[in-house]
């Protein structure tokens, strides 16, 4: 009998799983789609050149590491306000933004939520159905009860747009809400700007508090276009949550380089927000890690090194989206009758397949094409070369 005999095993997580299937897979034509990761044209993961200069100069000129203040780099925190709202945007200007650096987007997220279970300890927590898991998983562990609001509609291939402000008007004041900004995680259908609209108004007439999740901004039309929907926020008058990663937009998964930043109403109230923040911090990590901050600070407050990262950021994008056009033409190539045009309307990494699990086993099985079993391919893993044998797969499927 010991402290820990009691203890379960706690399910696997079903990406993990099926990365180490992939890895045991001896198929040589094994295609990776299960992933969250962009690859590139030769199927590597990119290391940006804007990356490689901040580096590269910090290399030519190294420095001794201290700890950091606890809210992390004070460049890096005002290049992600800048970023987020805009430079010259009122609530920058105002002083009432407070940024803290996270660990990764997921750390942002964690510090907000453990931030909001102090504030409002009874509120409930909607996600869309279907999320990135972790969402729930994340604000289960931080003390909430984590509810759904209706999103994909299968039939539609799409969006249950009545569905979803239904359940936002029918929320309780104070519900935090978690919203996709840009290029959902998993569907990857996004809702148009005058849906936003709707969502804004219903959001600020039910009081609820709104969560943005933004861990693609540029992947899915551009860098201010995907950022859009943070001055819709702001024009509307409210006070809110966003989570940013620079996982994607920066290739330095690794390095767990992401924000929370929390608008408030004036500058005093955002000098408290920011204190109860860094506690939560100091309690969890006690402050951040250097490098991946100071790369991406490096290359966000400096004008070369930016418009070089704005310009690889788009090449990115460019590829993702030919990549679904390759996919929908290839899939007609090979014989598929249906209309799989849905896949060019989607955006971002992810594209919901419409392939039920039965399909995507046999494409694991049969053919080495791996997505998750809810159907969800990574169209950023996708390339000229793997191409072709995904499109015939398929169609064997479909
Ligand atoms: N939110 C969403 C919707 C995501 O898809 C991801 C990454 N898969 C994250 C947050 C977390 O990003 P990070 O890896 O920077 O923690």
């Known amino acids: 009998m010991s402290l820990f005999t009691a203890v379960e ?3 696997r997580d079903p990406i993990l799983g099926l990365n180490e299937q992939f890895a045991a897979d001896t198929n040589p034509n ?39 203040p606890i809210d992390g780099i004070a460049a890096y925190d005002a290049a992600v306000k800048s970023l987020v709202f805009g430079a010259d945007s009122e609530p920058v200007q105002s002083g009432r933004v407070a940024t803290v650096q996270g660990l990764g987007g997921t750390g942002g997220l964690k510090i907000g939520a453990d931030f909001l279970k102090k504030l409002s300890p009874g509120a409930k ?10 969402h729930r998983a994340l604000f289960t562990q931080a003390g909430f009860t984590v509810e759904t609001h209706p999103y994909y509609d299968a039939a539609k291939r799409g969006v249950n747009f009545e569905g979803m402000l239904a359940a936002l008007k029918a929320a309780p004041a104070g519900t935090i809400v978690v919203l996709h900004a840009c290029c959902h995680n998993p569907t990857g259908y996004d809702i148009t700007p005058a849906q936003w609209d709707q969502v804004i108004a219903a959001v600020k007439e039910a009081r609820l508090t709104p969560f943005l999740d933004m861990a693609y901004q540029g992947f899915g039309n551009g860098i201010q276009e ?106 007609k190539a090979a014989g598929v009758t249906q209309d799989m045009s849905f896949i060019t ?38 390339n000229s070369k793997n191409i072709e044998h995904v499109c015939q797969s398929i169609a064997k499927v479909i």
């Open 30 to 68: 094994k295609v990776n789609l299960g992933v969250g990761v962009y690859y590139d044209d030769n199927g590597k993961l990119p290391l940006l050149e804007c990356v490689k200069k901040a580096e590269g100069a910090m290399m030519a000129a190294p420095s001794a590491r201290g700890y950091l």
């Open 125 to 134: 927590v909607l996600i869309s159905d279907p999320s990135w898991e972790n």
């Open 9 to 11: 095993m706690a399910p």
């Open 226 to 331: 995907d950022g859009a929907v943070i001055g819709k926020f702001v024009a509307a008058g409210l006070t809110f949550f966003v989570s940013t990663s620079f996982s994607k937009s920066f290739s330095l998964y690794g390095e767990r380089v992401g924000a929370l930043s929390v608008l408030c109403e004036n500058k005093d109230e955002a000098a408290r927000v920011l204190s109860q923040l860094k506690i939560m911090i100091r309690t969890n990590y006690s402050n951040p890690p250097i490098h991946g901050g100071a790369v991406v600070a490096a290359v966000l407050n400096n004008p070369e090194l930016r418009a070089l990262w704005e310009k690889e950021l788009a090449e990115m994008r460019v590829r993702i989206k030919a990549m679904r056009q390759k996919l929908v033409d290839g899939l």
């Open 345 to 382: 309307t989607q955006i971002g990494m992810f594209s919901y397949s419409g392939l039920s699990k039965e399909q995507m086993v046999r494409l694991r099985n049969e053919f080495g094409v791996y997505g998750t079993d809810t159907g969800r391919m990574c169209v950023a893993a996708l």
